[in-house]
């Protein structure tokens, strides 16, 4: 059968990242992204943004899919940045702390290199963010991310909804295309050049009532597959899919820590000398 | 020294939103060690009581419990779900629903992780019990890439482990093709014979279920235990025919020619059974019913005609240089195992998948220049789970809903719909909501909300899968009747062998996209290399008419014509 993923891995891979425990992956990705957040430093976000790009390289993914949806994403990105500029053409006074005139459209349209520098590390920030998701998401399987959520004391009947979600996508996606098909063949035209959007719509609405009703019969029966098999028996579960340490585990574990503490020495810093813009500059501090 | 495992005593259950007992005063033992049929029509019990054993009653499915019921020496109404899992281990009846991993080996150590086991025991545990379940080397697997069967083996291996002591089958051959089911009742047989293990098999396909040995057949009808006794016992007796359960064939043919089995035949498998004993009576029997044995009478005009037709998903071959014609008023039956390109071949008639090569032409008109909306007109396709059809609240509604969407004036709509609605028997349901129909009663008004195009063909998806015979006979005699008085032409996709033997004429039968087979029906299942390709297996009424002594392909036939025309005086006697 075809089972069209996107980016979401049911088998483990086979490269570096694909080897760590779900343990390590879940726990890396969040330290990475709470750094990411709270920082506006190019110097820190630059270096982060290489080595995701490394390990998504690393991780030999489907360039063509990456593409597509880096593209897609690129594009959004800039345009939002284009918005907030014909908002507030000087954005980067108040958040960098300078206004040097680079180009004047008219009198309220100005291109500042201050603006620009702001533009520039709000979208390579976002990029970072973004590609560390991507790289997070190719390499980790849905039984892993359970696994590594209920590591760092998530209750376990959450994880395991994660899980469940991912198991099940495929199964819905085919009774979606069924019930289209068999409304289809009972006269509903679904060709967008010969019906409007609203009749679509419509229609489409349409085949949400027997997936719902056929949705509920699968989840009545996994339910009690579930009780049938022990599922909240306990109050601590293990993991098939949570292996042994790999010598890429040992080697992280020492980093993650130090990632953490320089993370609560930012945010403890960040509180005491509040700094005067939230944005560093190379021309401006 | 027979040890109870499981005890009844006076034992009644009612559902919480039913008012009468679905279970009534139920006494029952079973030994440890046995292997025990619990049989019974959909709607007798069979299930609810198989779910006071594993604990689904009263922990998930609440209601009023009267009596008792011990597992494992446990009262289970004071047990919990969890307690009696440690000594049942429950396969279901869905095999796709209840992969609950995202791998076999994961799906397998599904209720250790819940034990909270050590992963390296856990290894060890899951390793073990799919070696016992005849699936290790699969481990890595995920679910969308196995077979009915396979599934079926996964949710075996993951409730085997730590000793539990009472293995339960709900309906294990229900989402299997019958050589798959023969495997799956050769493996049940195996693992109660080695690990000694009480086995509990609930079904309805009494003859599929005797493939192997079983100690006790226990028939549950309308919630009470109407007999308790061995399978010979069960099989020398008359109850069967009232009991909406399938006699096995060829225990009806000897029962036809008027043998009375005595204390020394046994009856659970056709090869213990001495057959010279009743070649005479079998003979002289067949001998009366072979003068009159007709051949149904196939029009001139042809509907439909495939021609050299291949079709590729991908790189993988589906269907290679296909072609037949179809007649008007034909009943065919399409089989063959899953991915033999059967379903693939109804795709393409219904236009929801084109041929990269060949045509297909209903009437002279080139079905390939269709779209799947007018080809729906003229062939209609049924789908199997009718929940996935049902759109909706009112039956009128779902019944007008098609002529509806292709605009048709509302007078036409009126008149049609309401001669589809008496042709169904629903006229007199019309208003009601669909939500309280039974699942029968889903599929007729499936069938009419397809018919009010009024095609000329239908293509209907395995009609009876997870039908007793009761309810398979109502569906199946409702679409002769459509044929016969209609002269609907039906295609039937299935790999029930009854079904095809039974209620069409002609099979075309597929095996690795090809056309391998496409002939009088009778011929083609008495085909030994056919069967064996297509994944069927040989009816015992081949094997019967070969001990006899009588060509298989005319047995057969005049069998089935006896058993047509007394269903229909049955029938008349009825109404």
């Not at chain 1, 969040?30 to 390289?57: E, K, M, V, Y």
């Not at chain 2, 399938?246 to 498998?269: M, T």
């Not at chain 2, 056919?530 to 002594?549: D, M, Q």
């Amino acid at each position: 059968m075809n089972t069209k993923r996107l980016f979401i891995n049911v088998k483990p891979g086979k490269t570096f990242l694909d080897r760590l425990t779900g343990k390590t992956k879940v726990r890396l990705f969040l330290i990475l992204i709470l750094l990411l957040i709270q920082t506006w430093d190019i110097r820190l976000i630059l270096p982060l943004l290489l080595l995701f790009i490394t390990a998504l390289i690393s991780l030999k993914p489907d360039w063509k899919k990456v593409w597509g949806v880096l593209g897609f994403i690129i594009l959004v990105n800039l345009f939002n940045l284009f918005l907030m500029w014909l908002v507030e053409p000087d954005y980067g006074l108040g958040v960098v702390g300078g206004s040097t005139v680079l180009a004047r459209l008219s009198r309220f349209y100005i291109i500042t290199a201050e603006t620009m520098w702001y533009f520039f590390v709000r979208f390579t920030k976002f990029m970072a963010t973004f590609i560390l998701s991507l790289v997070f998401i190719s390499s980790i399987t849905p039984s892993e991310m359970a696994a590594g959520l209920y590591s760092i004391k998530i209750p376990y009947k959450i994880c395991t909804i994660v899980s469940l979600a991912f198991r099940y996508i495929p199964d819905i996606t085919r009774d979606f295309h069924n019930i289209k098909i068999s409304i289809q063949a009972r006269g509903m035209e679904l060709d967008s050049k010969k019906t409007g959007l609203i009749t679509r719509l419509k229609q489409n609405v349409l085949i949400l009532a027997p997936l719902i009703i056929t949705s509920f019969d699968r989840v009545g029966n996994i339910a009690n597959a579930m009780d049938l098999r022990g599922f909240g028996k306990g109050k601590k579960r293990t993991y098939y899919s949570e292996h042994e340490d790999t010598d890429g585990d040992r080697i992280l574990r020492p980093v993650i820590l130090i990632l953490v503490v320089v993370f609560v020495v930012f945010v403890v810093r960040g509180f005491i000398h509040p700094p005067v813009y939230q944005v560093w500059c190379p021309w401006i501090s | 020294m027979a040890e109870p495992v499981i005890e009844f005593k006076d034992f009644s259950f009612r559902y919480k939103s039913q008012n009468a007992d679905t279970l009534k005063h139920i006494n029952l033992v079973i030994n440890k060690g046995e292997k025990v049929l619990i049989l019974g029509p959909s709607g007798s019990g069979k299930s609810t009581l198989g779910n006071c054993i594993n604990g689904l009653i009263p922990f998930s499915f609440e209601g009023e419990i009267k009596g008792s019921c011990k597992v494992a020496g446990i009262e289970t109404k004071e047990a919990n779900i969890f307690t009696l899992s440690a000594h049942v281990g429950t396969v279901q009846q869905d095999t796709d629903a209840q992969f609950i991993g995202l791998s076999v080996g994961e799906d397998i150590a599904f209720s250790l992780e819940n034990d909270a086991e050590e992963r390296s025991v856990m290894l060890e545990k899951v390793e073990l019990a799919a070696k016992a379940a005849d699936i290790d080397g699969f481990l890595s697997e995920v679910p969308y890439n196995l077979s009915g069967g396979q599934k079926q083996k996964v949710a075996l291996a993951g409730v085997m482990h730590n000793g539990v002591d009472i293995l339960l089958f709900d309906e294990p051959l229900a989402a299997l093709d019958p050589t798959m089911g023969n495997t799956a009742i050769d493996l049940i047989d195996r693992i109660q014979r080695e690990q000694e293990r009480t086995v509990i098999i609930i079904e309805h396909r009494l003859e599929d279920v005797l493939y192997r040995h079983v100690d006790r057949v226990i028939l549950v009808s309308d919630g009470e235990i109407a007999l308790d006794t061995t399978p010979d016992e069960l099989l020398r007796s008359d109850i069967l025919k009232e009991s909406g359960i399938r006699e096995p064939l060829y225990i009806s043919a000897l029962k036809n020619a008027g043998v009375v089995f005595d204390r020394e035949d046994h009856l659970e498998d056709i090869n213990t059974i001495d057959i010279s004993r009743y070649e005479q009576a079998l003979k002289s029997h067949f001998e009366t019913h072979r003068a009159s044995l007709s051949n149904p009478v196939v029009s001139e005009e042809v509907i439909l005609e495939v021609r050299d037709v291949s079709f590729s998903y991908e790189s993988v071959k589906a269907l290679n240089h296909i072609s037949f014609d179809i007649h008007k008023g034909e009943r065919i039956s399409v089989i063959g195992k899953n991915g033999a390109g059967k379903s693939t071949m109804a795709k393409l008639l219904c236009g929801i998948e084109r041929p990269q090569e060949g045509s297909i032409t209903f009437k002279g008109t080139n079905v390939l220049e269709l779209s799947i909306r007018e080809i729906g007109k003229l062939i209609g396709y049924v789908m199997q789970n009718p929940n996935q059809m049902l759109i909706k609240d009112i039956i009128k509604e779902e019944v007008e809903l098609a002529m509806v969407l292709n605009e048709y004036p509302q007078a036409e709509i009126d008149a049609n719909v309401e001669s589809v609605l008496r042709m169904c028997d629903l006229y007199g349901m019309r208003n009601w909501p669909v939500a309280v129909l039974s699942y029968g009663q889903r599929k007729r008004v499936t069938i009419a909300s397809i018919l009010s195009l009024r095609p000329d063909i239908l293509i209907v998806d395995e009609p009876t899968a997870g039908q007793d015979y009761h309810h398979y006979t109502e569906i199946m005699s409702f679409l002769e009747q459509l044929n016969r008085e209609y002269h609907i032409t039906i295609l039937f996709i299935t790999h029930d062998m009854h079904l095809a033997i039974e209620y069409t004429d002609r099979s075309l039968v597929f095996s690795d996209g090809e056309l391998i087979a496409d002939d009088n029906v009778f011929k083609v299942l008495s085909d030994t290399e056919v069967i064996r390709k297509a994944n069927l297996k040989e009816t015992s009424l081949v094997t019967l008419a070969e001990k006899a002594g009588i060509p298989p392909e005319e047995f057969i036939h005049a069998f089935i014509e006896e058993e047509r025309r007394i269903r229909n005086e049955h029938e008349t006697t009825v109404h």
